[in-house]
């Protein structure tokens, strides 16, 4: 798919534009602080906390998102899998092909899945893209399937 | 500062679960049609079934009813998060707006005064909306992530459901802040007596600055 295949093979400040501003200045500085570790940057959006700081919301104990699901995920959409099927149609379809469009699609897909807002994934996702370092498409989706074959097999 | 009319800006924020609707904190209505401002925890980045619950009985200058669960919830999903200023950015189907000013943590000095408006106990299902004053007692920069942010200092003590307060800077109403929890080292959640945290029991407030709601909206 054109659009999937174009997104991933972007350059890193080409990815920035896609989300916000205010997010895309905070993934910037991350990515300073870690020398351009996009994983280590994905961990410090998604464990994001206020230092020293007991929160008064009503749901202190709800599980945290963690980056291999997140992963496990981005891979299934760009992969090809069925259940995000009415989504990847959703962007061919579209006449936005813009790259804030395509990772918008994908964050609000993926986050229904995994119980979060698109708007909160969109940083990560763009991210995980970015640790794709261009790779094809293609490429990347057997990469994944031996990893996971190899990961079985020494079970 | 003027209390009439604030039960028009600030409620509080729910989710609707199978045995009702579990109030998890604080929100306000700003200038933009349609948007309210909260703490990331609040919402725990999560869309589903959240609703603004607006009760229609937490006019300051009534006696407000505790008996009284009664109310309307509005679907509301969450439009922007900043989870480094802990800041989420809510958005409910409907043009409704406030005429905050919103400023930030500059517009304001240590001991200056301030008042903070919102629901304290509502995750126990308390409704009542709640004014407190008190003084800036420090500007901090408190880090996440890294990333070090501008903060106040709030000499007050606050409870769970304050999160997502707005701070109005006394002589002119102007929003300064929101409250975002209470200084705790390492965070809290180690000991809970009768599900309290006696590590929160004390007058520092931890509260950010609103400047960074102004970059998300």
Same mark, same amino acid.
């Given at each position: ?155 | ?53 607006? %009760? ?72 009542? $909306? ?51 929890? %209470? ?30 709601? $102004?970059?998300?909206?």
């Amino acid at each position: 798919m054109e659009e999937l295949t174009n997104i991933i093979q972007s350059d890193p400040s080409e990815l920035l534009t896609s989300i916000d501003d205010f997010q895309s200045e905070i993934l910037k500085t991350f990515l300073e602080n870690t020398s351009n570790d996009y994983l280590t940057s994905a961990d410090n959006w998604l464990n994001a906390t206020t230092a020293n700081t007991a929160k008064f919301g009503g749901e202190p104990g709800k599980s945290k998102i963690y980056r291999d699901k997140l992963l496990e995920e981005l891979e299934k959409f760009l992969c090809g899998a069925e259940e995000y099927e009415e989504d990847r149609k959703k962007i061919a379809e579209s006449s936005d092909k813009s790259k804030q469009y395509v990772i918008g699609v994908m964050s609000v897909a993926i986050g229904k899945t995994i119980g979060a807002a698109g708007t909160f994934l969109a940083p990560v996702i763009v991210l995980l893209i970015m640790s794709l370092g261009k790779m094809a498409l293609n490429a990347w989706c057997e990469m994944r399937k031996e990893i996971k074959i190899k990961a079985g097999n020494n079970v | 500062m003027k209390i009439e009319g604030l039960d028009k800006v600030v409620y509080t924020i729910g989710r609707i679960t199978p045995n009702g609707i579990n109030l998890l904190g604080t929100c306000f209505l700003l200038n933009k049609a349609g948007l309210f401002a909260t703490a990331s925890h609040v919402t725990n980045n999560d869309n589903n079934n959240l609703v603004i619950f607006i %009760s229609g009985n937490t006019d300051l200058t009534t006696y407000q009813d505790t008996t009284n669960n009664q109310g309307q919830s509005v679907p509301a999903s969450i439009f922007k998060v900043d989870p480094i200023r802990d800041i989420c950015i809510l958005k409910i189907d409907n043009q409704a707006l406030s005429n905050l000013q919103i400023g930030g943590a500059d517009d304001i000095k240590v001991s200056d005064n301030v008042g903070i408006v919102g629901f304290p106990h509502c995750v126990n299902g308390r409704n009542i $909306l709640t004014f407190q004053s008190t003084e800036v007692g420090a500007k901090v920069l408190i880090e996440s992530s890294g990333i070090k942010s501008n903060h106040l200092v709030l000499n007050v003590q606050t409870r769970p459901g304050q999160s997502g307060s707005p701070i109005f800077r006394i002589s002119d109403s102007k929003l300064i802040g929101m409250i975002i929890g %209470s200084y705790v080292p390492g965070g809290g959640g180690g000991i809970s007596l009768g599900g309290v945290d006696p590590h929160t029991l004390h007058q520092t407030t931890h509260a950010v600055s609103s400047e960074y709601i $102004l970059k998300m909206i």
